[in-house]
C-alpha cells in the first residue's frame, strides 16, 4: 500500500485566470456573509469561557477569584454556587477556566494586535475562511481536479451546521481547519521532513484546540509511515504545544494530566447510546453534508488500493465511531458540530467516489468542456439551492444575533443596576463575569432554606436575577421568604428584583 499513489494522476495544471478570479470573488462574498451575521461574544457556556480564559492568559494568569458576595464563604454552599459558567471551582474561594486554552491563546494573541472586541469575530471569520479553502488542497491531494476541489470547498462552505458554527464563538470551526491542516501538512510530511514538523505543530494546536483531536493520530500515521525520520520531526514539531498543555494543566488544576472537565468524562460514553447517535446521523448527515458525503461510504471498495482514499476513510471512521458513544451527540442537529472535523474527509471522499464513477461509467464524448461547465453549474445552483432552503429551516444565520443579547443584557445591568447589586443568574454568568463586576450566584446550585439564608444575610445590599425565559419557573420559585419583582428586560431575557416583604 507504500508504494501506491494517492488516486488517478492529475495533470499539474494551473487555473485559468478566470477561474481565479470567480474563486477570490466567491471567497470574499463568504467573507462578507460571516461578517454580516458574525455575533462572536461573551454568551452561554462555550463562548463565555473561551473569552474569559483569554483574558485570564493575556494578564498570565491561570485562576481568579470567586466574586463572593460578603459576609458568604465558599464553605457554606455548594461547589459551584458562586462559580460562572466556563469555569471550574477550586479551594480557597478560585476557580480555572473549564475549557482548552487552545482557542484562548489564539483571542488572547489576536487581541494584543487588533482589540477585545475585534479579536472573537475576526478569530472565527478567518478561521471559517480557512477551513474552507483547505479543502481544495485535500481534494487536489486526493487527486481531484481543481473544479472538484473547489466544488467540495464550496460543500462545506454551504453547510448550515459551518455557517451555524463559524458565527458565534466556539472551537469547532477553528478546530476543523486544524484537523485538516495537520493531515495535509502530514501527507506532503512523506516527501520533504520540513512539512512533517509542520503537521506536528499544527497537530498540537488541534489538540490544544480540542484534546479529543487526539484521535487524529490514526490517519496523520497513515500519512507520515513507517520512517522514523518523520516521526521525529513530528514530535519535535509537537512538542512546543505539549509543553505548554502540561505547564498550563499543572499551573491551572494541579497536574500535568488534569483538565477543566474534571474526572468524570467516562461517564459521558456509553455504547447503549450508538444505534440512537447512529438513526440522527442518517437524518441529519444528508441534509449537512449534501448525499455527495454519503458517497464517501464507498471508499473502502472505489479507494481500497489508494493509500490517501485509506487516510481519508480513517479520518472519517475514528471521529465517527469515537463521538457515536458520546452522550450529547444525538441530542440536536446542531450537536453533529463534534463531527466536523471529518466533515472535510468526508466531502472530499465522497466527490473522489463520483469522479471515479464519473470516469468509468461516461462516454468519453460526454466529458467535453461544455459539458463539465454546464454540470458544474447546475450542481453549483442545487446546492446553493439546498443551502438556502435549510439555513432558512433551521435559522442557521441567526444565531449570532441571538449570541448579541448577553452583551446587551450586561450592558442594560451597569447602566441600571446599582453599583452594589448581587446578581444571580445560571446562563448568563459567564456573560456577567466577563462583561460586568457584579458578584455572581448560580441560582440552579441553591434550595429554598440556601437560598432564603443567602438573601437574609445580604442585608440592605440589592439582589437581581437575570434569566432566560426556561429559567424563570424553576429560578423564582427558590423564593419562599420575599418577592420577585421584573424590573426590566432586553429582548426575551427578563431581570428581576427581590424583596423581603410584598412593597
Known sequence: MDSTPAAAPTPPARLPAWTLAVLCAALLGYAAFLAFHVGAYAGQSDSSGYLNSARLLAHGETAVAQRIPPPHAPESFEWFTFIPLGFTPLPHGRMAPTYPIGLPLLLATTATVTSWTLAAPLVMVASALLAVALLIPLGRAAGLPHTWSIFGSLLFAASPLTTFMSIQ???DIPATAAATATILCAWRGRDDLR?????????AVAVLMRPNNLILLVPAALCLGLDVRRWLQFALG??????ALLTYNYAAYGHPLASGYGGDLASKFSRAIVPETLTHYARWLPILLTPVGL????LPWFGRRQRFAWVLITWIAVTFAFYAA???THETWWYLRFLLPAFPPCLIGGLWVIHQLWQRLTLPRLRTVLVARSLTVAATVVVLAHAARWHFKLDAATIGYGESVYPE???WARQNLPADAVIVAQQTSGAFFYYTTFPLVRWDTLKPERFARLAAALGPRPLFAVLFPHEVPDALKLNTTGIWTQVGAV???TIWRWAPTAP
Not at 195 to 203: D, E, I, K, P
Not at 238 to 243: K, N, Y
Open 409 to 411: 443584557t450586561c450592558a
Open 169 to 171: 464563538l466556539m472551537s
Open 195 to 203: 512539512w512533517a514538523a509542520l503537521a506536528g505543530l499544527v497537530f
Open 295 to 298: 458517497f464517501a461510504l464507498a
Open 238 to 243: 509537537g512538542l512546543p504545544g505539549a509543553f
Open 491 to 493: 429582548r426575551h431575557v
Open 326 to 328: 458520546y452522550w450529547h
